[in-house]
């Protein structure tokens, strides 16, 4: 199955220069919860950006358009095909870049989100969703702490 997991600010925001705008522990926890033990998607920027180091107790699979990129305990590939074969097979999380995002989101069944209530400065926004073929079925209001002190909140959607 293929699913997104994503966080973004009230603008929808993503990223600056190839990174997180804010820290949120919470989210990154998140994250991680939802992700161990399955298969990460992610573009060559957004891999570089999280320091070119394949997230442990996940298979990581980079798609970039390079046919010469290397990295260390990742598969690369170079074909979105390639990807939607093994989500037919195996749970697949997109993680990202925007251009990554826009390709597969008509093709994920589930979508994970975390909106973080605040306005951040950055360079990358989620690509527009037609909501209204998604159903949302989960929400959770985030805990705001020292460590995390941004409102924010977990959704998940579910295809109609």
């Known amino acids: 199955m293929l699913q997104a997991i994503w966080a973004q ?11 997180l705008p804010w820290y949120l522990p919470a989210d990154l926890k998140y994250f991680k919860d939802k992700t161990l033990h399955h298969t990460l998607v992610m573009g060559r ?5 999280m320091g070119a180091k394949a997230l442990p107790q996940r298979e990581t ?3 970039t358009h390079d046919r010469n990129y290397q990295a260390e305990n990742v ?13 037919l ?16 989101l008509p093709h994920c069944q589930k979508l994970y989100k975390t ?4 306005e951040f400065e950055g360079d990358t926004y989620f690509p527009p969703v ?7 079925v ?9 460590k995390n002190p941004y409102p924010y909140r977990f959704e998940t959607y579910q295809i109609k």
């Open 9 to 19: 600010d009230q603008n929808g925001l993503i990223g600056n220069n190839d990174q």
């Open 89 to 104: 097979y195996k749970d697949v999380f997109i993680a990202g870049g925007a251009a990554v995002y826009q390709y597969f």
């Open 130 to 136: 037609d909501w209204t073929k998604w159903q949302l």
């Open 75 to 87: 598969q690369i590939v170079n074909s979105p095909e390639e990807i939607l074969a093994i989500a």
């Open 115 to 118: 909106v973080i209530d605040a």
């Open 45 to 49: 920027h957004t891999f570089e950006g």
């Open 138 to 146: 989960a929400r959770k209001v985030g805990q705001i702490d020292k």
């Open 61 to 63: 699979i980079i798609l």
